[in-house]
């Protein structure tokens, strides 16, 4: 009998020593589903740089906000003007917020497991997201996605190689204005679309990729991919690109340099046409980076981004032709074999 008991005292304590270590486990796995993914900086020369990062680190942050947390940055920059005389300023209210600097990309990896890639000289993008996709790290590229179409397409292609989850977006694509329109009844179907806001330019990339972005991907958004043709009237003042689908659709966007220049947009359905001006913060573009690095799908996928770029590609061809339509297949075919050369 006590030969029992004691048999039965024994299956009694594996089975409390078992559920002890299942909890255990559990609390552990759940304590990992908690703790914040880390977040690393590439390029503090942007008011992007600190405006994201006191939203994902606001302690109050909830959705897919909360969960990402900023804790390294790597300053980075170039010799535009844009960079350079922004980008000590920039690193220091990041400093001031906690957030670790390091003097390289591969010494930033090595304590992160998600990127943005901020540099606000898109000719450098390539460069700075090799390093961060062979490392493995999800990448959020900031607008432009990079410096050319031929850059855009080998970051692309080496994302898949590497099979990293990877996008890039203007703010603008998910302004509540732009969300509104893409679910508004009233205009049955899009028709056509027409964006405007300010257009400034950046020397050494494409004339849209710098602030045209903000106006061509909300443009986009409104039309889906599809478009073929891309002609460019330019004035002093005034930019408008006009892309003809392959469905008959006409996208249009206005890019201002001077005069009221707001963000807007259009769209033409086939019951109504309605107009918005509702452009929003970055919180709906972090809430969509937080989805983003916490599912590995991206919100944008890598062929519109490409199309998008290809779209702006062919309004400077345009503009070196006169105003002439340009085929985008033509821009593309171009910029992919620019890319081969790139590997």
């Known amino acids: 009998m006590n030969h029992m008991t004691h048999h ?16 255990t486990f559990w609390v552990n796995a759940r304590a990992a589903d908690r703790a914040p993914l880390r977040a690393g900086m590439i390029g503090l020369d942007t008011s992007h740089v600190p405006a994201f990062a006191k939203i994902f680190n606001n302690p109050k942050a909830t959705g897919d906000i909360a969960g990402i947390r900023i804790v390294a940055g790597y300053p980075g920059g170039t010799d535009i003007p844009a960079s350079r005389d922004r980008v000590k300023g920039f690193t220091e209210q990041l400093r001031g917020m906690g957030i670790e600097i390091f003097d390289s990309i591969p010494k930033l990896l090595e304590t992160v497991d998600v990127v943005l890639l901020e540099s606000v000289d898109g000719r450098i993008h390539l460069q700075e997201a090799i390093p961060v996709i062979k490392a493995g790290k999800p990448l959020f590229i900031d607008k432009p996605v990079a410096g050319s179409l031929a850059d855009a397409i080998v970051i692309y292609e080496l994302a898949k190689k590497h099979n990293v989850p990877c996008f890039s977006s203007s703010s ?70 006009s892309g003809v689908w392959k469905d008959g659709r006409i996208g249009t966007y206005r890019g201002i340099r001077k005069n009221k220049a707001e963000f807007g947009a259009v769209a033409f359905g086939s019951k109504g046409i309605v107009q918005t001006g509702r452009e929003g913060g970055y919180e709906e573009l972090c809430a969509e980076v937080g989805r983003f690095f916490k599912t590995g799908k991206p919100p944008v996928r890598a062929e519109e981004t490409i199309e998008i770029f290809a779209f702006m590609e062919a309004a400077d061809e345009s503009k070196r032709q006169g105003a002439a339509p340009v085929s985008l297949a033509g821009v593309l075919a171009k910029a992919k074999a620019e890319a081969a050369t790139k590997h």
């Open 8 to 23: 039965h005292g024994q299956k009694l304590w594996l089975g409390v020593a078992l559920c002890a270590l299942l909890v």
């Open 172 to 241: 603008v694509r998910f302004a509540p204005g732009i969300q509104e329109l893409l679910k508004n009844r009233q205009l049955g179907t899009i028709e056509g679309a027409a964006t405007w806001g300010p257009c400034t330019y950046q020397e050494g990339t494409p004339d849209m990729f710098f602030y045209g972005i903000h106006g061509i991907e909300p443009l986009y958004a409104l039309m889906g991919t599809g478009c073929e043709t891309v002609a460019r009237i330019q004035s002093k003042d005034t930019d408008l690109v």
